[in-house]
């Protein structure tokens, strides 16, 4: 681009006169380009389709420290006084965003709940006074909104026949009861608690944080605490994505066809983000197709009708 600009610049001299880029405006601009690297890939990575809200304050770390290596332009060596004045407006833009994560617990939670982090991300990167305050809004928002019981959480068991007598136990059993291990009870133990504390561990590249939490050994290991990660981790790192859904639930909704209801706007939206993404695939594809709700002849497409219950497959 350094050549395009040289050329139409030179083409159009008389009229450019003195706008012009001189030897130190160019190594400006290549000091600004070089800065600015990370924030586009940064950028990039959060718009991701495998992004989401746990790696919002990574990425903000990430910037963090990219800043503190740019104190070479204060030094005798390399003092550049416009760099140094855009790198410290733009430190405090950062630093401004990144105190308003404290008053949104979400965006902690989804960082401890990241299994490649939990609580050691937190004590390895961030100053210790911001540990206690962090860790206790997190655990606060876990018990106020997830940390409760549902019959999801527990099957059923079959009562139809009843339980089997129970044997006396002999003097030697006896004696065993009083020397086994004492565990913690299930439903005493805190799950969020005690799976922020135990060790980071590694994830398959090609698996994500909530894809890692829907493995059914998760799910029934930390029920309640599974449900919370799958509702925090499934919102996006960036607003990118929930504003083309927006913009294109509004062309779905057009003007002749206002009497669609929200349910039936999440729907075809689900359903065409689904389609895109390769999550399902039509019966005419070779795929299992999607469950639909037939309506009688003669009805409007545009009006929902939930008083029916025939199903088909599409």
């Known amino acids: ?20 880029l001189l030897v130190g405006d160019w190594e400006l601009l290549g000091k600004v380009h070089t800065f600015l690297q990370p924030f586009a890939s940064a950028t990039l990575y959060a718009e991701g389709d495998d992004s989401s809200i746990s790696q919002s304050l ?9 800043y503190e290596e740019q104190q070479i332009y204060q030094s005798d060596e ?19 965003y990144y105190r308003l994560t404290d008053e949104v617990p979400v965006y902690a ?31 606060a928002f876990w018990q106020k909104e997830f940390n409760y019981e549902q019959p999801s959480d527990h099957p059923s068991t079959p009562t139809s ?19 086994e291990v004492r565990t913690i009870n299930a439903s005493v133990r805190d799950d969020f608690t005690s799976f922020i504390n135990v060790d980071a561990t590694d994830i398959p590249p090609d698996c994500t944080p909530l894809e890692w939490w829907c493995q059914p050994q998760q799910r029934k290991q930390y029920p309640k605490l599974s449900r919370m990660v799958i509702c925090i981790l499934s919102i996006p790192a960036e607003s990118s994505e929930p504003e083309r859904t927006f913009s294109g ?15 039936t706007i999440e729907m075809i939206e689900c359903t065409g983000n689904w389609l895109r993404q390769g999550l399902i695939q039509p019966l005419h594809e070779n795929g299992m197709g999607l469950i639909g709700i037939p309506r009688p002849e003669g009805d409007s497409q545009d009006v929902d009708d939930d008083s029916g219950h025939y199903f088909d497959w599409y």
């Open 1 to 20: 681009k350094k050549d395009k600009i040289q050329s139409f610049m030179s083409d159009h001299e008389e009229a450019i006169g003195d706008n012009r």
């Open 58 to 66: 990574m990425l903000m770390d990430m910037l963090l420290l990219h």
């Open 78 to 96: 390399h003092s550049d006084e416009r760099m140094v004045r855009a790198i410290d407006m733009r430190w405090f833009i950062l630093s401004k």
């Open 109 to 139: 939670a989804a960082l401890l709940l990241d299994p490649r982090k939990r609580i050691a991300y937190i004590k390895q990167n961030w100053p210790k006074e911001w540990h206690e305050d962090t860790i206790a809004s997190a655990t």
């Open 161 to 179: 026949m009843p339980p089997p007598l129970a044997k006396k136990p002999n003097q030697l059993a006896i004696l065993s009861k009083k020397l």
């Open 249 to 263: 639930a509004r062309r779905t909704c057009s003007w002749d066809r206002l009497r669609i209801t929200c349910k």
